[in-house]
């Protein structure tokens, strides 16, 4: 795949633009205009290569000409010159040394630069030869502390999955593109749709014929991504390297008539495959569920295999082959439009959903106190039903009037009841206030989960992956609040959300609340998050009976209306 074919390939390679003038010492501000570019090339999704083709990419804030000219070489060749210089400059290794606490962009550069030091091992061993001291702007105290700091663990680096996905899609289309490997498919964390990703793990299936050869080629091939800083191990079978990103990747490999046993033990958590003890004499089952049959068990889903009770699930006999999968889900709920904070109009929106095969499709967007997000009153909320209403009679879609309602500080919703109650859905969801101590978030929770009207949980505990940490409540209490109330629980499916989290999750299937599984799109594009939101319903073992956006359009309407 190369970058102009995902989403968030233009975004990731503009960061990587953003995160290497940071360490050349450049302009602050233009790395700063790098990163604020990212984000909007992420929220415009698939109307960036058209907006590009009609020379408009300067029509978006924060894109100016050089960066909208850097955008349309990304888009039209995969590849940024820019961003090729850059590595050249700062060296492979940059990613990796920012890492070490204590190390800013100018030692970096220094450390690249004069002692060509490209690794966290090679610092080691220049601290251990004496060779930092000597450099400008080092010294001898510089150097007793990064000495302490590369002693103690270096914490890894993490993506986000979609950045991770985005990544790994590189590394794969360069190792097919060489035609040596019959299948290069990722597993490990990937393959478990894990939130954020602390290593990228691939295997590749290599034929029978001349297998030693393939074996050797496809490492060199590997090897030779542009990603890859460095090989830091290679055995018989694996070979690891180092990513330009500080990150770390795996390619594993098999011959062909071990690919069922490869992908079994290369998937699952370390847990959950040593709790197994599968004997290698399963090493050749055609396929994952003949080695599980042969452990006395039903298939267990690779979003499943954490040791978090699926092994103990499945023992008694409960089996997964009814857990929720994206072509059970009808409909798109949670969609932002340009009348609020999203890119698109209400028709593109729900010509978008019409295209992916769903049948109904709820425009929500916010609610007046969002003004933030150019949240809607109520006189602009009634404007746009008329617009929803024509986009219902000239679509073969279903398009469902709703909003995200801020819950206040109060715990009660945004807009009159009698307003709420006109609606077809709505989605309760906090965008403010996240300091709250913890009683004063539960009780704010609890009452926005009493309310008498029905309502749907969205993004429940406020989290950004890796950016913002979820909001101190008692998830319990509000959840029992919940059940006893009318509602159900979203499953958000934006990349940088991701939330419930499984385990509150699965304490919502505990007490029988129903789910809606959510795309959070602000952009025709963003109706593709569906894939990610069915994965986190999937970890946390939600069925499809469950979904309630799994229902056709009318049991869906009467099931969440107000």
């Not at 251990?128 to 001291?133: E, L, S």
């Not at 993004?459 to 209490?477: F, N, S, T």
Request: proline share 4%.
């Amino acid at each position: 795949m190369s970058i102009e074919d995902d989403r968030y390939g233009v975004s990731a390679a503009l960061r990587q633009i953003a995160r290497a003038l940071t360490l050349g010492g450049g302009s602050r501000f233009r790395a700063l205009a790098y990163d604020r570019a990212a984000k909007a090339s992420a929220a415009l999704g698939d109307r960036l290569p058209s907006l590009a083709s009609e020379n408009r990419l300067t029509d978006i804030p924060g894109i100016g000409p050089s960066i909208a000219a850097v955008v349309t070489e990304i888009l039209e060749t995969g590849e940024s010159r820019l961003l090729a210089r850059l590595r050249e400059e700062h060296g492979p290794g940059a990613g990796e040394l920012m890492r070490v606490p204590g190390l800013g962009p100018r030692k970096i550069r220094t450390l690249c630069q004069e002692l060509g030091i490209g690794s966290i091992d090679e610092l080691r061993d220049a601290l251990a030869a004496g060779r930092i001291r000597a450099l400008r702007g080092f010294g001898v105290k510089s150097e007793r502390a990064l000495a302490r700091a590369v002693a103690r663990p270096i914490e890894p680096q993490r993506l986000r999955l979609a950045d991770a996905r985005a990544i790994a899609a590189g590394l794969i289309d360069h190792l097919a593109s060489a035609g040596i490997a019959q299948w290069v498919e990722p597993v490990g964390e990937l393959r478990r749709w894990r939130d954020v990703i602390e290593r990228i793990e691939l295997l590749a299936t290599l034929s029978d014929h001349d297998l030693a050869w393939r074996r050797d080629a496809s490492f060199e091939r590997f090897a030779s991504a542009p990603r890859v800083a460095r090989v830091t191990e290679r055995i018989s079978d694996r070979m690891e390297v180092a990513l330009v990103d500080g990150l770390s990747a795996t390619l594993h490999m098999t011959a062909r008539r071990y690919r069922a046993w490869a992908t079994f033990v290369t998937t699952g958590a370390e847990r959950h495959v040593k709790k197994l003890a599968a004997p290698r004499s399963l090493r050749g089952a055609r396929t994952e569920g003949e080695i599980y049959a042969a452990l006395g068990l039903p298939f267990v889903p690779p979003e499943l295999r954490e040791d978090e009770g699926e092994i103990e699930a499945a023992r008694p006999g409960e089996r997964f082959d009814d857990l929720v999968r994206v072509e059970d889900v009808r409909g798109a709920v949670h969609c932002h439009t340009d009348y609020s904070d999203g890119v698109a109009t209400v028709e593109e929106m729900a010509r978008g959903a019409a295209d992916r095969g769903l049948e109904f499709i709820t425009i929500t967007d916010h609610s007046p106190s969002a003004h933030y997000a150019n949240g809607l009153d109520e006189a602009r909320l009634r404007a746009q039903w008329s617009e929803i209403d024509r986009s219902r009679a000239a679509l073969p879609i279903d398009v469902l009037r709703g909003t995200e309602s801020d819950i206040r500080r109060d715990g009660h919703l945004d807009y009159a009841s009698s307003v709420l109650r006109s609606l077809d859905v709505v989605i309760a969801s906090i965008h403010a206030r996240f300091k709250l101590d913890e009683d004063q978030m539960t009780e704010r929770l609890v009452t926005a989960m009493r309310e008498p009207i029905f309502k749907i949980w969205g993004h429940g505990l406020g989290r950004l992956v890796m950016r913002r940490q979820p909001i101190e409540c008692g998830v319990p209490e509000i959840l029992d609040a919940l059940a006893e109330s009318r509602g159900a629980v979203e499953l958000n499916g934006d990349p940088s959300r991701l939330d419930l989290e499984p385990r509150w999750a699965r304490e919502a299937r505990r007490r029988s609340i129903p789910f809606v599984i959510s795309t959070d799109a602000h952009s025709v594009t963003g109706l593709d998050h569906l894939e990610y939101g069915v994965a986190l319903a999937r970890r946390a073992g939600v069925r499809r009976r469950e979904v309630l956006n799994a229902l056709p359009a009318e049991a869906f309407r009467a099931a969440v209306r107000p």
